[in-house]
């Protein structure tokens, strides 16, 4: 993935990544179960990037359009710092986590796919998306990722913002979960 200098300091500003789910977290299928529940298949290697960010001190969040117990779980057991589900307008939860944060919009990284990403993904520090992402949602974006949404995408990101901010793997040393 080649990045220019620009896009590594939009980087070197981010305090807080959030992540769209279907299509970013996970590749997008929708599972319905007999019951009427949805399961949702996620990436470990995606979920060890954000425990990283996590311990490297930058919070995380999910700005998702649906409501899931599968999303309410992946979010607790990678300690993701905020969650917001049922937001088909993402960006009262863009400015949610700003006011609560004290965060401005250009210290945010948001990862999205689709059309509904597109507001926030104008409106944050970095904006990034899957390379699978639609092609809307592609030309706006900081960096397109080599990897699809579900398959890496996310790790990617996360490797990349830790890589621009100097911290490496043995700083972290001590990763508990995927």
């Known amino acids: 993935m080649e990045i220019s200098l620009d896009i590594k300091l939009k980087a070197k500003k981010i305090k807080l990544a959030a992540f769209d789910i279907d299509g970013v977290m996970t590749d997008g299928s929708l599972i319905y179960l007999p019951d009427?529940?949805?399961?949702?298949?996620?990436n470990a290697k995606d979920g060890l990037g954000v425990v990283m960010i996590n311990k490297a001190g930058i919070k995380t969040a999910i700005i998702t359009a649906k409501e899931s117990r599968a999303v309410i779980e992946r979010a607790r057991t990678l300690d993701i710092t905020k969650l917001f589900m049922?937001?088909?307008n993402?960006?009262?939860?863009l400015d949610?986590?700003?006011k609560e944060f004290s965060l401005k919009y250009d210290e945010i990284m948001y990862m999205g796919d689709d059309l509904p990403d597109i507001e926030v993904l104008k409106s944050c520090g970095l904006s990034v998306c899957p390379n699978d992402a639609v092609d809307d949602v592609k030309d706006i974006c900081d960096i397109v990722t080599e990897k699809s949404g579900g398959r890496g995408a996310v790790r990617e990101i996360c490797d990349f913002i830790l890589k621009v901010n100097g911290v490496t793997f043995d700083d972290l040393r001590?990763?508990?979960?995927?």
């Open 174 to 178: 001590k990763p508990s979960i995927q």
């Open 86 to 88: 049922n937001q088909k």
């Open 96 to 98: 949610e986590i700003c």
């Open 90 to 93: 993402k960006m009262p939860a």
């Open 36 to 42: 009427g529940n949805q399961a949702k298949a996620f």
